[in-house]
Structures are given as C-alpha cells and as structure tokens.
Nanobody, 124 residues
Framework: QVQLVESGGGLVQAGGSLRLSCVAS????????MGWFRRAPGKEREFVAA????????YYGDSVKGRFTISRDNAKNTVYLQMNSLKPEDTAVYYC?????????????????WGQGTQVTVSS
C-alpha cells in the first residue's frame, strides 16, 4: 500500500493560480500512474489529470486542458498539479490517487490508493 498526502489547496480569485502537491510514502515502487481527481459539491468525482511513472506521458480532463499541468519528481516521491487561469467551476476537493495498472486510465475505480483531499475554492 502507498500513503498519499495532498497539500497546497486554498482560496484564490478567478484567474489566479495554485500548485497542489502530493507526497507518496510506503510501497511507492509498486505504483505506476499517479492522478488527480476532484469532487465538487453535489457532483461525482471527476478525472483531472494523470501522469506515467517516468513522467513522459500526461493526460488531462477536457475541462482543464491548457490550464492545468501535472508533473512528478520521483526523487521526492511527489506529484504536482499546477493550476492556472482558475475558474469558479474549478472549486472542489482535489484528491491525489495512485494505480498499479500499466496502461493509462481515467477511471476512478482503477486507482486503489487515495489521499485525504485538499480544498480548492475559486471566488468570482
């Protein structure tokens, strides 16, 4: 099992930026893709972004393409989500997740380790 701890959430005005971090510990070598998901009030959990183990392949949800960037530093066991041009509709709890699959996936059910989440609130 791997433990994931997110940080970096907060309150920001529309058009602003935030960078989320997710530090992994435990059996990190068993996990391949890392991802970010979010859940807005009254909505289902939504895929935001994912990154391969090497960092060479990244994937994004349609609603964040061109605004968010996922990256990872394997030496620090950390995954980042740089969020620019934030909109009020980006307001949600953001979760870091890890999967042991060797193929890219955006499916929540394929990720078997989750962090506790960090709140991001974007004011208009």
């Amino acid at each position: 099992q791997v433990q994931l701890v997110e940080s970096g959430g907060g309150l920001v005005q529309a058009g602003g930026s935030l960078r989320l971090s997710c530090v992994a510990s435990g059996r990190t070598f068993t996990y391949t893709f890392m991802g970010w998901f979010r859940r807005a009030p009254g909505k289902e959990r939504e895929f935001v972004a994912a990154i391969s183990r090497s960092g060479g392949n990244t994937y994004y949800g349609d609603s964040v393409k061109g605004r968010f960037t996922i990256s990872r530093d394997n030496a620090k066991n950390t995954v980042y989500l740089q969020m620019n041009s934030l909109k009020p509709e980006d307001t949600a709890v953001y979760y870091c997740a890890a999967t042991q699959l060797y193929t890219p996936t955006m499916n929540t059910a394929d990720f078997n380790s989750w962090g506790q989440g960090t709140q991001v609130t974007v004011s208009s």
